[in-house]
């Protein structure tokens, strides 16, 4: 499956929207080359009312609602497209990672037909999915950490 089209319009979106926010997680992975497959879609963000209000907004613009799961200490915000089967998740707080600053702060950017996408590095998923520790996330670590030395030797 080419997740291209389906990047490109998140990408727009957000653009569109102007809310700033960083994929984390195996996706943003793989687009850093891991060979890793996923079918969640993940980002951080600022939780602020500015940005909860261009979360809407971006919502809009892909014709999707906003979940918020049912269990009350989550920070999970959950845009979804039922027509389309889209799925983004947007949170807060992240395990490992100590604020959005820092996240972003070595966040990689990447573009799709114009729009740009940032992506969390390849350290930064590594230190959270071994902070997070469960086992689909201790399961493609190794890998990642392959993935990274090989890009260091670039």
């Given amino acids: 499956m080419d997740a291209a089209p389906v990047l490109k319009k998140i990408a ?3 653009n569109q929207a102007r809310l700033e926010a960083v994929m984390v997680g195996n996706a943003a992975a793989a687009l ?5 497959t996923t079918l969640d879609i993940d980002f951080m963000f600022r939780k602020t009312p500015t940005n909860l209000r ?3 907004a971006f919502a809009r613009e892909l014709d999707a609602q906003i979940l918020k799961p049912f ?5 999970l915000y959950r845009v979804i497209n039922d027509d389309t ?7 807060s707080v992240l395990h490992g990672i100590k604020s959005f600053e820092s996240l972003r702060s070595d966040a990689v950017e990447v573009e799709f037909e114009g729009y740009p996408l ?8 590594i230190h959270s999915k071994k902070a997070l520790g ?12 392959k993935t990274l030395d090989e890009k260091k030797k670039r």
């Avoid at 089967?85 to 949170?91: A, E, I, N, R």
């Avoid at 469960?134 to 950490?145: G, M, Q």
């Fill in 12 to 14: 727009r979106a957000l």
């Fill in 32 to 36: 850093q080359g891991a060979p890793v």
């Fill in 54 to 56: 261009k979360l809407k």
């Fill in 71 to 75: 269990y009350p200490v989550s920070s």
């Fill in 85 to 91: 089967g889209l799925q983004v998740d947007f949170m």
């Fill in 118 to 125: 940032k992506i969390a590095s390849l350290e930064k998923i």
């Fill in 134 to 145: 469960r086992p689909r996330d201790l399961a493609v670590i190794e890998i990642l950490e």
